[in-house]
T-cell receptor, first 112, second 120 residues
Framework: SQKIEQNSEALNIQEGKTATLTCNYTNYSPAYLQWYRQDPGRGPVFLLLIRENEKEKRKERLKVTFDTTLKQSLFHITASQPADSATYLCALVYNAGNMLTFGGGTRLMVKP | GAVVSQHPSWVICKSGTSVKIECRSLDFQATTMFWYRQFPKQSLMLMATSNEGSKATYEQGVEKDKFLINHASLTLSTLTVTSAHPEDSSFYIC????????????????FGAGTRLSVL
């Protein structure tokens, strides 16, 4: 069965640095991969989507890469701020049914 | 603002009672909605796909008689946890996919704020 792995350990970084989060998957590549942010006690909020034929996507301070050979996506937050502290989830979509399969999430803590 | 409304945000109930959670798409129609469960410090696990006008599709291991899903209109899906027990205590979240218009991007999910269920 498909496995999606994110680093379960919290990532602690200093304000202003770049945070890099990893999402690895097994088996077949998804049609597209998405990154969501989740704050405690809240539902996830969509951040970025990248398709299997795309290498990189950017949105303001966010950047996502997608390597179907390595079966890996990297999520970068540049010039990180304490307000970026949250859990970040990667999710894969395999068909037009929109069903998401989530990774376990990585908690990011940005210290001032 | 929110595009998916979920209610209630928090509910406490006694063991053996039933609890209904509502998920509404605001200003757009959702023929499909998804229900997830999330335990503390764990990821979202898909429970079922709610289909307007037809039966829900449940994921393996999810009891359909315990988690009743009704999608009676294009903007409302409900999840009823029947005969709730303490092990059903969890964070339940619904989502609806954007349709590519009304400012909602296609192929992404819009999530409700979640419902925290505590069964005593």
């Amino acid at each position: 069965s498909q496995k999606i792995e994110q680093n379960s350990e919290a990532l602690n970084i200093q304000e202003g640095k770049t945070a890099t989060l990893t999402c690895n998957y097994t088996n077949y590549s998804p049609a597209y991969l998405q990154w969501y942010r989740q704050d405690p006690g809240r539902g996830p909020v969509f951040l970025l989507l990248i398709r299997e034929n795309e290498k990189e996507k950017r949105k303001e301070r966010l950047k996502v890469t997608f390597d179907t050979t390595l079966k890996q996506s990297l999520f970068h937050i540049t010039a990180s701020q304490p307000a970026d502290s949250a859990t970040y989830l990667c999710a894969l979509v395999y068909n037009a049914g929109n069903m998401l399969t989530f990774g376990g999430g990585t908690r990011l803590m940005v210290k001032p | 603002g929110a595009v998916v409304s979920q209610h209630p945000s928090w509910v406490i109930c006694k063991s053996g009672t039933s609890v209904k959670i509502e998920c509404r798409s605001l200003d757009f129609q959702a023929t499909t909605m998804f229900w997830y469960r999330q335990f503390p410090k764990q990821s979202l696990m898909l429970m079922a796909t709610s289909n307007e006008g037809s039966k829900a599709t449940y994921e393996q291991g999810v009891e359909k008689d315990k988690f009743l899903i009704n999608h009676a209109s294009l903007t409302l899906s409900t999840l009823t946890v029947t005969s709730a027990h303490p092990e059903d205590s969890s964070f339940y979240i619904c989502s609806a996919p954007g349709q590519g218009f009304r400012g909602l991007a296609k192929n992404i999910q819009y999530f409700g704020a979640g419902t925290r269920l505590s069964v005593l």
